[in-house]
């Protein structure tokens, strides 16, 4: 029997989407290196991060490692980030040949802890990789006014939270440079795709020297920037529902507000995914799977990776029980309003 209120799908069926393609398919421009689109998304871009330069590239990925690059970050360097983390961001230090320092996740947020960070001595790594996770942003400020008491560079991951609000600034603009993300599920979807964000003229000198060959090396192509561009009008709407579906969520299903803890989302939170933590997690993920909820485990810690291959800054004990334990449900279902939030309520509430 099909179910009468299904949850919303993501990435979205919006029509101005397809509009957006068939219009650059219509004009050419789908067949041209840098046409209408891209130019338009550049614009669109920097003008929704208060940015004065934005570089698009093919992927977030990617991107994270073109920002520890254009930071400075040569082979034999280490650079501090969160044991618990997009282990893409391990592996783009790694390209570069420099030397990953896994950092303890702090206790109130699913981000590198600020406090091992002060005891880092100042030369012994170069830069800093701060990721914001799951509507839950960093202590960025912290992170921000620490990298710049050491001569660290600060590079901030926002691939998750497009433009999210952090203490008057947009999420991706706190670091030396930042990175959002178009790819897979994310609240800016294009399948793949991102943007580098920088004020510093350097920094975008340097991209725009390695990038530019002169066709782009990493490009972002016209028809994805003609996906994203119809996603960006409706992004602070999108970012409103999530919101109030998360706070229903924190205020009615009482087994779930738990298992957040001290982790709660920040005002104006940009969710990618709605995490919580259970130490049931296979059992808990079943009957969530078997209730129609879109539901998954978070990353695996990276905390047993061989001393080969990165320092450790303590035993990481925080980035092992998120590991272990964080559970993972999309923001898709978030999108839900009346009675799809009720029935999503109702659902949350029949723990089994």
Request: contains cysteine.
């Amino acid at each position: 029997m099909t179910n009468p209120t299904p949850f919303p799908r993501w990435p979205p069926d919006w029509p101005e989407i397809a509009q957006s393609i068939a219009r650059a398919v219509q004009k050419g421009d789908w067949g041209r290196y840098r046409g209408a689109a891209i130019e338009e998304l550049v614009a669109r871009i920097t003008d929704l991060h208060s940015i004065k330069h934005c570089r698009l590239v093919c992927s977030g990925s990617i991107g994270i490692q073109w920002a520890l690059q254009a930071v400075g970050v040569t082979a034999g360097d280490q650079v501090a980030l969160c044991g618990y983390d997009y282990p893409g961001n391990f592996r783009a230090i790694e390209a570069l040949g420099a030397r990953p320092v896994l950092v303890d996740v702090d206790p109130t947020t699913y981000s590198i802890d600020p406090q091992p960070l002060r005891t880092i001595d100042p030369d012994s790594i170069s830069a800093v990789v701060v990721s914001h996770l799951y509507g839950i942003a960093a202590q960025i400020e912290s992170i921000r006014r620490i990298c710049d008491e050491k001569g660290w560079k600060l590079v901030e991951d926002a691939c998750q939270n497009p433009a999210m609000p952090i203490a008057g600034r947009p999420a991706g603009t706190w670091g030396d440079i930042g990175v959002v993300s178009f790819g897979g599920s994310k609240p800016l979807t294009a399948g793949n795709g991102g943007a580098l964000l920088t004020n510093n003229d350097a920094i975008a000198s340097k991209l725009n020297a390695w990038l530019d060959r002169p066709s782009d090396a990493t490009p972002l192509s016209e028809l994805q920037a003609a996906a994203v561009l119809p996603q960006i009008d409706r992004l602070d709407a999108c970012n409103q529902v999530r919101w109030e579906s998360a706070q229903a969520i924190l205020s009615d299903v009482g087994w779930m507000a738990q298992a957040m803890g001290d982790r709660l989302p920040c005002a104006g939170a940009t969710f990618y995914k709605f995490a919580f933590l259970s130490p049931q997690r296979e059992s808990t993920l079943e009957w969530m799977t078997q209730a129609g909820l879109p539901v998954g485990k978070g990353y695996r810690s990276m905390h047993r990776s061989s001393d080969r291959r990165c320092g450790k800054i303590g035993d990481l004990r925080g980035c092992r029980d998120l590991g272990d334990q964080l559970c993972l449900l999309d923001h898709s279902v978030l999108l839900s309003e009346g009675s799809q939030r009720q029935r999503l309520i109702d659902a949350l509430n029949n723990r089994r």
